[in-house]
């Protein structure tokens, strides 16, 4: 939103700037013509001037670029200034920020190209470094309420939502803000108080074209957050035992105030080669954060096995997890019931599951993530289940990752109840990720390669491992999503029961 305000001021006072004076042919053409570098440099300089007064800026900022390339020294720091401007606003963030570098070492004092600087850094993802700058801003001036702003989007998009709220809080105590309301109304959406958003977004007044877009881009992302929904899904799945399963499942999902519900249905039919079992299982979900760092959720359900008999058990989980330093920990114990193939079914196995997690973002772009889970099973065997990962963001749009997942799964005995129960079960997987969004289509994929090794019924294992899995999404409207998943592999604990396996299956997703 800051940066649609940005771009219509300049717009609109381009034209009291000797922009639109000159034909971009004529400019071309002077171009052409000359040998000399610094005269070329200031034809270019102009020629993306004319550019910005058509609202040309990807042009604009290709002829900026080669202006700046060929004779920087031509143009003063306020020229420079404004090129990095457009510059960033034609998204060519790098370029941006080696120019607005330069500028700021040149004359460090200079507040407004650092706070710019700041700015194009929290774009670009690079959100620790925009802090940073932005703190050298204010300690020169406390009370700078762009600098103010850019930190607390920043904080913001790095999941400090505690910290940037105070920010936003304190600008719009000294005077209504469209940009520091918006950043509040997003800051407040993401740390699930919906009706503190809701209350934020009834104060926003927009005065122009840029602010509109605003208000409606934040309207959007509050709906998609807030309405409820119905999240149709099937999947089927097949593994090299002749595991067969089809499993349907429907959730609704809604907000009551600032908790949000979920009502589960799921349907499974399973087969193998001698039996053919069914199970229903039911559960209502709620989860509420009761602060800006702290979360609670619960639910209840109860899980109907049948063919040969039908049994009920009730099912449950708790967690409680907190936003820490950049982010999150967190405890849960649940109580499931294995339905993922039809001798789990027929044995009647449950498992209750004490755990605990921590996930930490060491960097803007390195992630840690480690967890730990004691299992307790029905047929009175135990387990202990680790995990570890470590991910590398390589680019941020699309968003490319790379990474490391290392397991450590420990039964206390192999029970032959029909889930994989190794003795020291140790993976190392190497993956690699992609995410990519634009406009009405999304995909991501993950591939992994990998070693496993463990022992079971006194035979070891010991080879490599390979898959992955990809989701494509289509959303023809707004409040619709159509998705394809499938996922497959020889990664023995990625199933109930430790084989091959490959599953597929179709999402809708509607919100009202």
């Known amino acids: 939103m800051l940066r649609a305000a940005v771009i219509f001021f300049i717009l609109t006072t381009s034209f009291h700037t000797g922009f639109g004076a000159e034909p971009t042919e004529k400019l071309q053409e002077a171009i052409q013509s000359t040998g000399d570098k610094s005269e070329s440099a200031e034809l270019y300089k102009r020629l993306g001037d004319q550019y910005v007064s058509q609202d040309k800026t990807d042009e604009a900022a290709e002829a900026y670029i080669k202006a700046l390339s060929l004779s920087r020294e031509r143009f003063s720091a306020g020229e420079r200034f404004r090129m990095a401007i457009y510059l960033s606003w034609a998204d060519r963030l790098k370029e941006a920020i080696i120019e607005l570098r330069l500028i700021v070492n040149e004359d460090p004092k200079n507040l407004a190209p650092r706070i710019h600087l700041a700015r194009v850094l929290s774009w670009a993802g690079e959100l620790t470094e925009s802090i940073e700058e932005a703190d050298k801003v204010l300690q020169e001036s406390p009370e700078n309420r762009d600098a103010l702003l850019v930190k607390a989007d920043a904080l913001q998009w790095k999941g400090r939502y505690k910290t940037a709220i105070a920010i936003y809080r304190h600008l719009l105590e000294k005077e209504e803000n469209f940009d520091a309301r918006v950043g509040l109304s997003y800051a407040l959406l993401s740390s699930g108080d919906r009706t503190g958003t809701e209350e934020s977004r009834r104060l926003l007044k927009p005065v122009n074209a840029p602010q509109e877009r605003g208000l409606k881009k934040l309207t959007e992302a509050i709906e998609r957050v807030t309405k409820p929904k119905l999240d149709l899904r099937y999947n089927y799945y097949k593994d090299s035992d002749d595991n067969r399963l089809h499993r349907y499942n429907l959730l609704y999902g809604f907000w009551l105030s600032n908790l949000y519900l979920d009502l589960n249905f799921r349907h499974t039919d399973a087969r193998d080669k001698i039996r053919d079992r069914r199970a229903e299982d039911f559960s209502f979900k709620g989860y509420a954060n009761l602060t800006e760092s702290l979360g609670v959720g619960g639910g209840l359900g109860f899980s109907q096995l049948g063919n040969g008999g039908t049994t009920n058990f009730f099912t449950g989980h708790i967690k409680l997890d907190a936003r820490l330093f950049n982010g999150i920990v967190g405890a849960n114990v649940s109580r499931d019931i294995l339905t993922d193939t039809a001798q789990l079914i027929e044995n009647r196995i449950r498992m209750t599951t004490t755990g605990f997690y921590a996930s930490q973002a060491l960097t803007d772009r390195f992630s840690l993530y480690g967890g730990y889970n004691y299992k307790h099973f029905s047929d009175r065997n135990r387990a202990h289940d680790v995990q570890f990962v470590s991910q590398y963001a390589v680019y941020l749009n699309p968003r490319i990752a790379v990474g490391h ?32 969004e634009r406009e009405k289509f999304y995909v991501y994929s993950e591939l992994f390669i990998g070693h496993q090794s463990f022992r079971r019924n006194s035979f070891p294992t010991d080879d490599f491992i390979s898959g992955g899995g990809a989701s494509l ?20 604990a990625g199933t109930a029961s430790g084989f091959q396996y490959f599953t597929i299956g179709p999402r809708f997703l509607f919100r009202f």
């Open 473 to 492: 999404g289509f959303k023809p409207t707004q409040n619709t999503a159509l998705e394809l998943n499938l996922e497959g592999g020889n990664f023995a």
């Open 405 to 436: 997942r290392f397991r450590f799964l420990d039964f206390r005995r192999q029970s032959g109840s029909g889930y994989f129960d190794p003795d020291n079960y140790v993976s190392n997987r190497f993956f690699t990720s992609l995410y990519l």
